[in-house]
Every structure is written in C-alpha cells, then in structure tokens.
C-alpha cells in the first residue's frame, strides 16, 4: 500500500572538504519515498549513493564531508536544520538503517541483547522486563531461531546471515517510518541473499515502512523496488517506476546497467559491461557526466549537462537523446 | 619529500656528521683528565672558560669533546646492533615465512618467548658474565632487536608468498634458497628500511641506558649514557655533566622517531601499529 | 577459557624454563663457573664446597639437574655481596618495588586512557597536539635521563620534593612520573591509534544510527574496544616496565628489586643477579596470566572460544 509522502529530499548537496579541494559527491540530489513504497538507489560503487543516505542522517565522515545545501523533509520536519539532539531522537526511532556487512557492523564485545536493548530503551525507556520483551519481539520478526537464547551470545557465535538479521532486527525495533538498507546482501552467501530479501520485503508490508533500498545491482531492484532512482557521479541520472525504467530505460547508462544483469535462459556469447571508469570526482566532466563513456554522445553532451525530461507518467531522465537506445 | 621533517632530517644529518668528523671537530681529547680543571660550568655560567665551551667533568675532561664523541658510539653501536639483531631477525622472517610448516611454528614461538621477557635482563647477564665491552654490547641489544624484525618480516613474507611472480618462479624450477634471496628478499628491504630507522631511537636509549646501569661501554669511552651516570652524583652542584647527555640522546632520538614515522608513511603505511 | 588460560599458563612455564636454562648456561659456559659464583677471596675449601655441592666438576645436564632441584626448592644460591640467600634478599627488596608499582599503573591508566581516547575523538584540536607531543617526547626520553631531569629541577632547584630513598607520600611523586611517563607515553599512542580505527567501524556507526549519545558511543561501544591492543601488546609494556623500573630505582636510590638488580651488575654479584633473573621471571609470569585473564574478561572472542 503506497500512502504519502513520508521522506522529501530536494537538492541536496554533501561536499567533501579534503586537502587537495573540494570534492562534489552528492551534487544536487532529489527524491521522494511514500509511505509503504521501496525506492531502489542504483548506481556504480562510488558513486554517492551511500554518502546520500549519510546526509539523510546526518553522520557524515567528520569533520571532512559536510552537507552544503538541499533540504531533507521527514514528515514534513527539514532535518537538515535540526539540533543534534533532536537528530538523535529521529535516528534508530524514525529512520533505521542496516550497513552492508554483517561482520562489522556489530560491537563484538557486547552481547546481541545488549546492543537491541540499548536503542530501544533509548527510545522507548520503561521497566526493564518491557524493553527485554520488545526486543525478543524483534528477533522473532527477523525469524531468528530460539531469540531468547540468542540474547545472551556474542556477534562472533552468530553466522554472518544471522547477524544481518540482528541488525535487521536493531533497525525494525523502534518501528521506524524509513529504512535505509545499504547493499544489506552484499556481503552474504548467495544462498541466504534471496531469503533475506524476502524477509524486508515481509517486514516492510507488515509495517508499511518506506525503504531507501541501496544497491548496485539492477537484478535486486527487479525484485524489491517499486521505483527506482539511478546515480551517476553524484547525480540522479534516471528515475521512476520499476516496471518503466526496466522495459524503456531512457539514459544510456541505465541501459547499461540492465544489460549487464545476466539473465537466465538467455545465449549471449559474452556479458555486457561498460567501457571506462566514473570520472573522478574531483575532476567532472562539464557536460553529462556519462558522456566520456556514452557511445551516443555528442559534442553538446560533453559541453552541457541535458536537462531532465519526462519520458513517461513519473518517468524522468537527465539525458539530451532520452531513450535511444546503445 | 612532502612533508619531510625537516628538522629531524637536520638533527639526523648533523648527528652523522658529528659522528664521522669527532676528531676533526673535538677542540680536545675526549678522555684526557686535567683535575685542575674538573667541573668547570658552561661557558654562560658564572666560572666558565672559553676554552671549554661545555664544561668539564669529574674528572675535569672537556665535556663538549664527549658529547661529540659520544655521537660516535651512539653510531657505531646503532649500526652494528641494527645489522647484526635487525639481519638475524630479517633472515630468521624470511626463512620462517616462506618455509613454513613446523619449522615456523617452532620459530615463531622463539619469537614469542623472546618477546615475553624483557631483553634488557639478558643485556645486563651478558655484562656480567662476558665482561663490559662493544662486542657484548652489541650481542644484548642484537638479542632486543631480532625477535621483533623477525615477526614483522614473517608478516610481509607470508603475503608475499601468495603473489604470482613467487609462485611463478616456483614454476619455473626454482630453488626455495634462490627464490628467498632474488624475488623475497628485495621486496621486504622497504619494511626493512622503515623498520631500521624506526629502530635507530630504540637502539641509542638501549645503549644509553644500559651505559648508565654499568653494563655498556667500558668507562673512560664518551658514551651519552655513562656520562650521564658519571655526573648524577654531582647534579646539585654541576648539573650540566648528567642534563646535557640528555638532551643530546632526547633529540637525537626525536629526531629519529619522526624521520621513521615519516617514512613508514610512505613506504609502508600498514605498519602504523608499531 | 579455562583451555586458554591453562595453554597461557603452559606458555609462561616454558618461558620460565627457557630463561632457566639461558641463565645456567651462560654462567657455566662462558667463563668458570667458580669464579663467577664465589668473592675474589674465597678460600680453597669454599671453592672446592661449591664445586661439590653444584657438582660442577660432573657433565653439564647432571649440573642443570642440581641447579633445577634447588631452584625448585626455593634454592637459587648465595649473593656474593650480600652474603646470604639470593631468594631471601629478593623477598626483603620486593615489597618496596610493589608499593610503586599500584601508583604507576593506576597513573598510566588513569592518563593515558581518557587522554588517548579524547585526543582520537578530536583528533587535531588542542588535547590531541598536547598529549602527541607528550606521547613523542615520552617515548624519546630515556628514564633515567627523566629521573635526572626531574631531580635537578624539583628537588635541586625548586626544592620542592625529596630526591631519594623510600619515605613519606612526597618520596612517591618523582619515581612514579619517572616510571609512569614511559607507560603513559605508549598506552596513550596505542589507545589513540586504536581509538581512529575503531571510530571509524561500521558498528560505531550503527551505533550513531541508532541515536546513542557520543558519550555512550564512545565510553561504551570504543572503550573495550580499545583497550584489548593495549592487552595484547602488554609484554611489550612489560620489558618498558623493567627496564623503566630498574633504572628508575636506580636514580632514586629506591631499594627495590630494581635497584638491586643494578647492585648485582655492578658488584657482578653473578649469583644475586642470576637469582634476580629467575625470580622476575617467575612474577612476570604471573602478572602476564593476570593480564590474559583481564583480557579473556573484556573480549568475549577469547573468552568464550572452546
């Protein structure tokens, strides 16, 4: 069930203040998730989008990276302007997040319980037995077997797809209106990958969360997203429903990207991948962005960046030949 | 050379001077007493001459000559120990890396032990029993050094085993000898070198210090650390024969930490840990 | 953990014995025997008692095995200095090692860890430049340079405190600054360190995302974290802590075992100091298994692994 809005971002722009200058990773970044719906953010590793949902939080790499402009609308409420103490009060209990790797992503020397516990007696305190019982709950909606038991161990008696349970289960305690998931199956066995997936994808129509579902992989968003936003080089390229983007993909590099998700059945002598590396980001191209790799482009795309047209209902991409194809 | 530490490279560079020209720069010999003229203060100091711009000891000997011969031993005994404990403990890493097996477990827990127990009681042992001289001196801090090159050579020696030009030339009929000495071998002198010089200061406070306990150098030879011990009785009244040692070994060895740092930076960054 | 503490304890034994075995035979083997052992002026009749009670004229492993039964006895032989057992004379000099030994950790710690957690929290902000420098110059001054200094400018100068010997809490302050900087000086480089990279680990930035305070963040989530370096590398400490000991004591005239050691090496008291040896050894042993068992405690990796 898609509802409201629930997260704005406008323009957001995060720059990196680094001795050798001043480095534009999210450069004008826009998108909005409604109630109950997945927004797939797809692109390239280093391409911004993890640096993205840092802005939304607010936990930038200090003091290097910095949000410079833009504004992030929880609910309506810019968090861009908010306190830090305010903004500890939103994080963990509004907006959740699951990092990419299970292994590192859990304080060894705590116990599972101790590191559920703490954030939802943060947000939630009451008598001791309540916050034990709210977070064996949560365990046993991220199907982890024997939750009581699994209270008392330690991150390294876990597998790594339990523990992204866990951490699925930190995310889901507070009940919080978005979850921004980073590549949270990257880093899993293939075998547990799928059963993953289904299982935010469970949580997420139970609760009628949003999801900022991150990943670089085109075959990922098929099965979780209702739209997708692609990133290049710090800009949203490309963006709108799913179904869309994935049958009359407009921008020459998210025709890319599709096409080198290998699909079964299909006899293709060789996978398809894209010539070249991203720019720098310290050295972007004026033009688009894509055009020193685009096989389409021309001399305007490499001297002005295209303007965002509409290539259907809700369907955008910033492209000066939207939908020729490769 | 970004960010070079310019005046640690400045301290590093006198020093060798100092230590190499001593004769040339001492205005008198190091060892030669002169009891007329025992502690006589630095030349700012009330009392002072201009014909010892330092000082002079108990003894009434030239402490600016000392100093500067001390630069010498400080050097000689740097160099020695470092290619003596620092070529034992690269050796011992690359054999016991490359070879592995049970022979690297058993060195290894040789190393472990070695590094268990403080060095300096063996240093100290040695004195006793060889009797004080260079020679021993150089064997107690050779025993300080190795375990520790050892262990961080193993480290580099392991990863490298796994690269393809070693396994390469395995294929190629090599023998282990010839593939420790022509391919391991020259692609660990960086962690060696940073390793060297990391260990320069570690080296001048161990002889320093174990000058001063009377299990160095044999007096009448300038070492910092026996002279410092020479005046420590006498430090309410000359201070200067205990304090100017001192400040010799503290920036010499400043000097040498941040020379190493520097270059561990941009030779070898992963062993920040040391 | 009662698997990892017995293999430590296995460990320590060995040491024990290897450094046993070093002792016994760099002092038959590099000179005699005879003469290390016993005064200048000792007579023929103690000569040839030593030489039958040692069994120093039989094959060395049948000398080792004498040497092994009495060390096990609580045997280690006579100081030639002092004229009495070495075990004993260790014994009336520890206690007074001990009483400083409480004051330097608990000054290293009490230091070094707020200050190398601080200085990694804001790192390049005033703390961090001031206990770098400290750190820098902590490590490259040698101690007993440290205790000099400290003597010339506070008792000498200043007249302020005491510059030797054992006495009331004003005789404490010199030799555990002296001891402690050296302590403080690696802790607090190795917390720090340590400290940068575990900031920067995915499970602090779960625990941001969480909404924890900093002050949780990094007192809770780092602070344990942190510190199992500093266990790890504990013998390294160790050696830094005899040495800094030995020569400490020296400076302060401290009658200590550190002192006494020094006494051994200058007298080449070889017995007392072949004693020494053996006995630190013994209480080395037992502060690293305290230090394995505190740090089975704090990681739950070590702990919990059977």
Same mark, same amino acid.
């Given at each position: 069930?898609?509802?409201?809005?629930?997260?704005?971002?406008?323009?957001?722009?995060?720059?990196?203040?680094?001795?050798?200058?001043?480095?534009?990773?999210?450069?004008?970044?826009?998108?909005?998730?409604?109630?109950?719906?997945?927004?797939?953010?797809?692109?390239?590793?280093?391409?911004?989008?993890?640096?993205?949902?840092?802005?939304?939080?607010?936990?930038?790499?200090?003091?290097?990276?910095?949000?410079?402009?833009?504004?992030?609308?929880?609910?309506?409420?810019?968090?861009?302007?908010?306190?830090?103490?305010?903004?500890?009060?939103?994080?963990?209990?509004? *907006?959740?997040?699951?990092?990419?790797?299970?292994?590192?992503?859990?304080?060894?020397?705590?116990?599972?319980?101790?590191?559920?516990?703490?954030?939802?007696?943060?947000?939630?305190?009451?008598?001791?037995?309540?916050?034990?019982?709210?977070?064996?709950?949560?365990?046993?909606?991220?199907?982890?077997?024997?939750?009581?038991?699994?209270?008392?161990?330690?991150?390294?008696?876990?597998?790594?797809?339990?523990?992204?349970?866990?951490?699925?289960?930190?995310?889901?305690?507070?009940?919080?209106?978005?979850? *921004?998931?980073?590549?949270?199956?990257?880093?899993?066995?293939?075998?547990?990958?799928?059963?993953?997936?289904?299982?935010?994808?469970?949580?997420?129509?139970?609760?009628?969360?949003?999801?900022?579902? *991150?990943?670089?992989?085109?075959?990922?968003?098929?099965?979780?997203?209702?739209?997708?936003?692609?990133?290049?080089?710090?800009?949203?390229?490309?963006?709108?429903?799913?179904?869309?983007?994935?049958?009359?993909?407009?921008?020459?590099?998210?025709?890319?990207?599709?096409?080198?998700?290998?699909?079964?059945?299909?006899?293709?002598?060789?996978?398809?991948?894209?010539?070249?590396?991203?720019?720098?980001?310290?050295?972007?191209?004026?033009?688009?962005?894509?055009?020193?790799?685009?096989?389409?482009?021309?001399?305007?795309?490499?001297?002005?960046?295209?303007?965002?047209?509409?290539?259907?209902?809700?369907?955008?991409?910033?492209?000066?030949?939207?939908?020729?194809?490769? | 050379?970004?960010?070079?530490?310019?005046?640690?490279?400045?301290?590093?560079?006198?020093?060798?001077?100092?230590?190499?020209?001593?004769?040339?720069?001492?205005?008198?010999?190091?060892?030669?007493?002169?009891?007329?003229?025992?502690?006589?203060?630095?030349?700012?100091?009330?009392?002072?001459?201009?014909?010892?711009?330092?000082?002079?000891?108990?003894?009434?000997?030239?402490?600016?000559?000392?100093?500067?011969?001390?630069?010498?031993?400080?050097?000689?005994?740097?160099?020695?120990?470092?290619?003596?404990?620092?070529?034992?403990?690269?050796?011992?890493?690359?054999?016991?890396?490359?070879?592995?097996?049970?022979?690297?477990?058993?060195?290894?827990?040789?190393?472990?032990?070695?590094?268990?127990?403080?060095?300096?009681?063996?240093?100290?042992?040695?004195?006793?029993?060889?009797?004080?001289?260079?020679?021993?001196?150089?064997?107690?801090?050779?025993?300080?050094?190795?375990?520790?090159?050892?262990?961080?050579?193993?480290?580099?020696?392991?990863?490298?085993?796994?690269?393809?030009?070693?396994?390469?030339?395995?294929?190629?009929?090599?023998?282990?000898?010839?593939?420790?000495?022509?391919?391991?071998?020259?692609?660990?002198?960086?962690?060696?070198?940073?390793?060297?010089?990391?260990?320069?200061?570690?080296?001048?406070?161990?002889?320093?210090?174990?000058?001063?306990?009377?299990?160095?150098?044999?007096?009448?030879?300038?070492?910092?650390?026996?002279?410092?011990?020479?005046?420590?009785?006498?430090?309410?009244?000359?201070?200067?024969?205990?304090?100017?040692?001192?400040?010799?070994?503290?920036?010499?060895?400043?000097?040498?930490?941040?020379?190493?740092?520097?270059?561990?930076?941009?030779?070898?960054?992963?062993?920040?840990?040391? | 953990?009662?698997?990892?503490?017995?293999?430590?304890?296995?460990?320590?034994?060995?040491?024990?014995?290897?450094?046993?075995?070093?002792?016994?035979?760099?002092?038959?083997?590099?000179?005699?025997?005879?003469?290390?052992?016993?005064?200048?002026?000792?007579?023929?009749?103690?000569?040839?008692?030593?030489?039958?009670?040692?069994?120093?004229?039989?094959?060395?492993?049948?000398?080792?095995?004498?040497?092994?039964?009495?060390?096990?006895?609580?045997?280690?032989?006579?100081?030639?200095?002092?004229?009495?057992?070495?075990?004993?004379?260790?014994?009336?000099?520890?206690?007074?090692?001990?009483?400083?030994?409480?004051?330097?950790?608990?000054?290293?710690?009490?230091?070094?860890?707020?200050?190398?957690?601080?200085?990694?929290?804001?790192?390049?902000?005033?703390?961090?430049?001031?206990?770098?420098?400290?750190?820098? +110059?902590?490590?490259?001054?040698?101690?007993?340079?440290?205790?000099?200094?400290?003597?010339?400018?506070?008792?000498?100068?200043?007249?302020?405190?005491?510059?030797?010997?054992?006495?009331?809490?004003?005789?404490?302050?010199?030799?555990?600054?002296?001891?402690?900087?050296? +302590?403080?000086?690696?802790?607090?480089?190795?917390?720090?360190?340590?400290?940068?990279?575990?900031?920067?680990?995915?499970?602090?930035?779960?625990?941001?995302?969480?909404?924890?305070?900093?002050?949780?963040?990094?007192?809770?989530?780092?602070?344990?974290?942190?510190?199992?370096?500093?266990?790890? +590398?504990?013998?390294?400490?160790?050696?830094?802590?005899?040495?800094?000991?030995?020569?400490?004591?020296?400076?302060?005239?401290?009658?200590?075992?550190?002192?006494?050691?020094?006494?051994?090496?200058?007298?080449?008291?070889?017995?007392?100091?072949?004693?020494?040896?053996?006995?630190?050894?013994?209480?080395?042993?037992?502060?690293? +298994?305290?230090?394995?068992?505190?740090?089975?405690?704090?990681?739950?990796?070590?702990?919990?692994?059977?």
């Amino acid at each position: 069930m898609v509802g409201d809005t629930i997260l704005e971002v406008r323009d957001l722009h995060t720059h990196f203040f680094l001795r050798r200058g001043v480095v534009k990773v999210v450069d004008g970044v826009s998108f909005s998730l409604r109630r109950g719906e997945v927004l797939g953010l797809v692109g390239e590793s280093a391409c911004g989008k993890s640096v993205t949902a840092l802005s939304l939080l607010r936990l930038l790499p200090q003091p290097a990276a910095r949000t410079v402009g833009g504004e992030v609308l929880l609910d309506g409420e810019n968090l861009l302007t908010k306190s830090s103490r305010e903004m500890r009060r939103i994080r963990g209990r509004k *907006i959740a997040m699951i990092l990419q790797d299970p292994q590192t992503s859990l304080n060894p020397v705590f116990t599972i319980g101790d590191q559920l516990c703490e954030s939802i007696a943060k947000h939630h305190p009451g008598k001791a037995a309540t916050v034990l019982e709210r977070a064996i709950e949560a365990l046993r909606r991220v199907k982890l077997a024997a939750p009581e038991q699994r209270m008392h161990q330690y991150p390294h008696q876990l597998s790594g797809g339990m523990k992204q349970r866990v951490v699925g289960a930190i995310a889901i305690s507070c009940t919080p209106q978005v979850m *921004i998931a980073d590549e949270p199956t990257t880093a899993l066995d293939v075998t547990i990958q799928l059963q993953y997936l289904k299982l935010l994808k469970e949580l997420q129509q139970d609760t009628d969360m949003a999801i900022l579902f *991150i990943t670089h992989d085109f075959g990922v968003v098929a099965k979780m997203c209702d739209r997708v936003a692609v990133m290049y080089a710090g800009r949203i390229v490309e963006s709108g429903p799913v179904r869309q983007v994935f049958d009359n993909p407009a921008h020459p590099y998210t025709q890319a990207l599709i096409a080198s998700v290998p699909k079964m059945r299909q006899r293709v002598g060789r996978l398809y991948s894209i010539d070249g590396q991203p720019p720098e980001f310290s050295a972007l191209p004026d033009g688009c962005r894509f055009a020193p790799r685009c096989p389409l482009a021309d001399a305007r795309c490499h001297t002005t960046y295209p303007l965002s047209v509409a290539v259907g209902s809700a369907h955008t991409a910033d492209c000066w030949k939207p939908g020729k194809s490769v | 050379m970004r960010n070079l530490p310019w005046t640690a490279v400045g301290i590093i560079v006198t020093m060798l001077f100092v230590a190499v020209c001593a004769p040339v720069l001492a205005p008198h010999s190091p060892t030669d007493q002169s009891l007329a003229e025992k502690l006589l203060p630095p030349v700012w100091e009330e009392g002072g001459s201009t014909r010892y711009l330092l000082g002079t000891d108990v003894f009434g000997r030239d402490m600016l000559s000392r100093l500067l011969y001390g630069a010498r031993v400080s050097m000689i005994v740097s160099a020695l120990a470092l290619l003596v404990g620092g070529g034992v403990g690269l050796v011992i890493g690359i054999v016991s890396g490359y070879v592995g097996g049970r022979l690297d477990s058993v060195l290894m827990r040789i190393v472990d032990a070695a590094l268990a127990f403080p060095a300096i009681l063996f240093a100290l042992l040695l004195a006793v029993t060889m009797g004080q001289g260079l020679r021993t001196l150089i064997i107690a801090i050779s025993l300080l050094l190795w375990a520790r090159f050892a262990r961080v050579v193993r480290g580099e020696v392991l990863a490298l085993k796994e690269r393809d030009f070693v396994a390469l030339a395995r294929v190629h009929g090599c023998s282990p000898a010839r593939i420790m000495a022509t391919h391991i071998l020259p692609n660990v002198m960086n962690t060696f070198m940073v390793l060297t010089t990391l260990y320069v200061g570690v080296v001048i406070v161990a002889e320093a210090s174990l000058s001063f306990l009377g299990a160095g150098v044999p007096p009448p030879t300038p070492s910092w650390g026996l002279m410092a011990a020479e005046g420590r009785g006498k430090i309410a009244s000359a201070w200067w024969i205990s304090i100017m040692p001192g400040i010799a070994i503290t920036l010499v060895v400043l000097a040498f930490n941040l020379f190493g740092d520097w270059l561990r930076d941009r030779l070898d960054p992963k062993l920040r840990q040391l | 953990m009662r698997r990892y503490i017995l293999r430590r304890l296995f460990q320590g034994l060995m040491l024990l014995v290897l450094v046993a075995m070093i002792v016994f035979f760099l002092g038959r083997l590099t000179g005699n025997p005879v003469d290390l052992m016993l005064p200048e002026d000792a007579l023929e009749e103690d000569r040839k008692a030593l030489i039958e009670t040692l069994g120093l004229d039989g094959p060395l492993h049948q000398q080792f095995a004498i040497f092994a039964a009495n060390a096990l006895r609580g045997d280690l032989g006579d100081s030639i200095r002092f004229r009495g057992p070495v075990v004993d004379i260790y014994f009336t000099r520890l206690p007074n090692t001990l009483m400083m030994l409480p004051g330097v950790m608990a000054v290293a710690l009490v230091l070094a860890i707020p200050l190398g957690i601080l200085s990694a929290v804001h790192r390049g902000n005033i703390i961090d430049k001031v206990s770098g420098t400290i750190a820098v +110059l902590g490590i490259a001054t040698p101690n007993f340079w440290l205790g000099i200094l400290l003597i010339f400018v506070f008792s000498v100068q200043l007249g302020w405190l005491p510059s030797s010997r054992m006495g009331g809490f004003e005789h404490y302050i010199l030799p555990t600054v002296t001891l402690g900087t050296f +302590l403080v000086a690696g802790f607090m480089r190795l917390i720090r360190s340590s400290m940068l990279e575990i900031l920067d680990s995915e499970f602090v930035k779960l625990a941001r995302i969480k909404g924890l305070s900093e002050t949780i963040v990094v007192w809770k989530h780092c602070l344990r974290n942190a510190l199992i370096p500093v266990l790890t +590398l504990w013998g390294v400490f160790m050696g830094g802590l005899v040495t800094g000991a030995i020569v400490t004591e020296t400076v302060f005239a401290w009658p200590g075992v550190g002192r006494l050691t020094y006494e051994a090496v200058i007298f080449r008291d070889f017995p007392l100091l072949q004693g020494v040896i053996i006995m630190d050894a013994v209480f080395i042993l037992l502060i690293n +298994l305290f230090v394995d068992i505190l740090y089975a405690y704090i990681d739950p990796r070590i702990r919990l692994a059977d």
